[in-house]
Nanobody, 122 residues
Framework: QVQLAESGGGLVQAGGSLRLSCAAS??????MAWFRQAPGVERQLVAS????????FYAGSVKGRFTISRDNAKNTIYLQMNTLKPEDTAVYYC?????????????????WGQGTQVTVSS
């Protein structure tokens, strides 16, 4: 059974930091990603990383502030979020893809975590 277990969300003041974790189990994936969805907004790809290595992908709005990383031994990915802004407020989802091509759309990710709320106060 595939499971993506997220943790690490919460409430933080603008300028602060949070780290999200996502532990994957149940099968092998090619790519992992973090998406986010704010109320009334389409789900957006934040960052993605391949288990095999290579340069991660970042959305322009988070580049330079967020860092995605992986621990292959723990089958866990992380999203370090620094210099958080109120506009980063959203539910953040961990997602996994078995596609070996570039995957930037949520429809290309077959497996999803339950989501974790990140709220940034001004």
């Amino acid at each position: 059974q595939v499971q993506l277990a997220e943790s690490g969300g919460g409430l933080v003041q603008a300028g602060g930091s949070l780290r999200l974790s996502c532990a994957a189990s149940g099968r092998t994936f090619y790519r992992m990603a973090w998406f986010r969805q704010a109320p009334g907004v389409e789900r957006q790809l934040v960052a993605s990383i391949m288990w095999s290595g290579g340069a991660p992908f970042y959305a322009g709005s988070v580049k330079g502030r967020f860092t995605i990383s992986r621990d292959n031994a723990k089958n866990t990915i992380y999203l370090q979020m620094n210099t958080l802004k109120p506009e980063d407020t959203a539910v953040y989802y961990c997602a996994a893809s078995t596609l070996t091509t570039t995957a930037t759309h949520d429809g290309q990710y077959a497996y999803w975590g339950q989501g974790t709320q990140v709220t940034v106060s001004s």
